[in-house]
């Protein structure tokens, strides 16, 4: 190897250098970096664990909601056709409170007309016997002139007066 003009000395000793470059490698990168990636990818698998476990749980918050919203809807109905009923049960009662002062308003006017009415006949009724009396005055004292007539006439208007003032 000599005539070759390689140092059998110097190969040896590159080649022991190789194999102490290669154990110092191993030991201070290799084994750190292997240990890293390992690390990296651990940390990836229990991120995805995470990832999943978000997702299901979103899910589940998901079908949760979904379903108090449902809920929700349905009371909200349930709220909205109760309060009609309630409206409506009202309504018929005002309806009904209103037809009755209706009537009993009606039922106090027609007795208040009656009323009026009667008065009113009274009232005729007591005119036409003051014009009927002074009539009757009047005939009788044209007919009748002398003293005896005239007693006729005051003992007439006398019943006539108590008759009147009787009724």
Known sequence: MEKLGVDLFSVVVQI???VLLMIILKKALYKPMLSYFQKKRE???????KK???LKKEEEVQKTSE?????????????????RKVADEYSKSKTRSADKKVKDLMEE????ADK???RARLEIEKEAKDIAKGMVEDVLRATLTDESG???IDKS???????????
Request: glycine fraction near 4%; avoid cysteine.
């Open 16 to 18: 022991i250098n190789f």
């Open 43 to 49: 940390e990836e698998k229990a991120m995805e664990e």
């Open 52 to 54: 999943k476990e978000i």
């Open 67 to 83: 379903k108090l919203i449902s809920n929700a809807k349905k009371k909200a109905d349930e709220i909205v056709q109760e309060a």
């Open 109 to 112: 006017g027609e007795i208040r």
């Open 116 to 118: 009026q009415m009667k």
């Open 150 to 152: 005239k007693t006729i």
């Open 157 to 167: 208007i006398s019943k006539l007066d108590k008759l009147h003032a009787g009724k």
